[in-house]
């Protein structure tokens, strides 16, 4: 018997011109939690879509419990014991979760099942995952929330008899208190003999969670190890290929006090009565749990939602924004959290999403100056060093960061005065988060102000000069510079006072 679960040997994928694998090597023993990590682009989803058996690799053997094997789809890694939870989950959103765990299972089940013998099958794995924290498996899953679509997911992947189970940024859109949930999952998975491959771009997680890690950088193996014996600064190293000493880069400020954007009792569906002052060339920190109401407050603001009482004044005109377009007119601009529904136009190309929010300034009596526009994408792609060949690459075929780091470009280039940005680092790797700070930092040198909405405290504290709090809706209180800690940001995000 091999000690290893899984060895992937040599595996080179190329896609046209990119080659988004080397020759890597991955070696994960059984029952043990890996983490593979690497940049964005770095080749991570591209190795674990291999494995899932999602793409054919040009080159390379996979072994299985120290089997050869060769993975001919997705349904023949289910086969294999091999499940992959994704980003996107694979859910049925109508279909409750026992009809969810059941898809798929038909195979298994060669004649007509009693609807007591799926809940029994179904209800078995759900327990499992759940315990009993799903108050019922007979709702659409589209009704939970995605901590529960995920462990549905999980429940359903653990159906097909699964020995290995990959996770492709699972945390991402959970709150702190769903991530314990899901670690706890994870844990026991492991304590039942599953191995877990774990991908993600926070590195506290995988100190918190795993037994070894792989790294990858440009779709290359570089190192493994375990966990225990390594630091933050060594896996960073690794990944970016040179040292990164500060997580922040230091604060450049105008210090101005002009104010260029005021809220007065704003109210709307889910927030009440909220009023601040945002001045010229500053970043203000909207903090608060998942479901405070932060990013409807900006929506609303930027005309995305309707505002049911209040006023919004900027640079000091009253402003009427019933709809987005309006506000690009105010100089707003809004990377919003939702890459995948709201931020990009998958199919098309980079220079197209890069240049959608800056169409006046590239063309002239409506027509788009091609040069102008090539110049102007060019320089936000350099600079937020997207990983693609080309500005004429689709967005659909970039990794999940760089997808990211394209929304972001987008609003750079529309010179917006005004920017809001939701979660704006979310998926993107250490050394590119830092480009996005140096990138605000000189933003708001030029006098540009922003709002940031981040679920990760160190970021809001560590980038912005004042936070806002909000819980249920409703401002709680307000730190200046001097006043960041966590435990006030989170006494006054869970609604007490300071
Ligand atoms: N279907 C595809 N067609 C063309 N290029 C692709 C395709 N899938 C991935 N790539 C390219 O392969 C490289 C690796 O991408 P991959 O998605 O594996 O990165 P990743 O490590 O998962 O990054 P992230 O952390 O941003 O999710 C990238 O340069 C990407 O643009
Ligand atoms: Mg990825």
Redesign the pocket.
Known sequence: MSEYALEMLGVT?T??K?T??DQVDLRVKKGEIHALI????????????VLSGV?KPDAGTVKIDGKEVVIKSPRDAIDKGVAIIYQELSLVPELDAVKNVMLGQEKNFCRIIKTQEENEFAGKYLDYVSRGSLASYKTPVKKLSVAQQQMVDIAKALSYQTRIIIM??PTDSLTNSEIEVLFEIVRKLKADGITVIY?S?RLEELFALCDRVTV?RD?KYIADENIRDIDKDWLISKMIGRDLKDTFPPRHRIRSTEVVLEAEGLTGERFENISFQLRKGEILGLSGLVGAGRTEVLRAIFGADKLQKGKVTIFGKEADISHPSRALKYGLGFATEDRKTQGLFLNHDIKDNIAAAALDKISKAGFVSGAKEKKMTEKYFQELRV??PDTG?LC?????????KVVLAKWLASECKILFLDEPTR???VGAKYEIYLLMDRLVQEGVSIIMISSEMPEVMGVADRILVMHEGVLTGELSQEEFSEEGIMKLASGEKL
């Open positions: 994928k896609f046209s990119v988004a694998l690497g940049e964005n682009g770095a080749g991570k989803s591209t190795l674990m879509k793409y492709d940024e991908i771009h990858l779709g990983v693609a690459k659909r075929f970039l990794s999940g960061g760089n997808q990211q998926g993107i790797d």
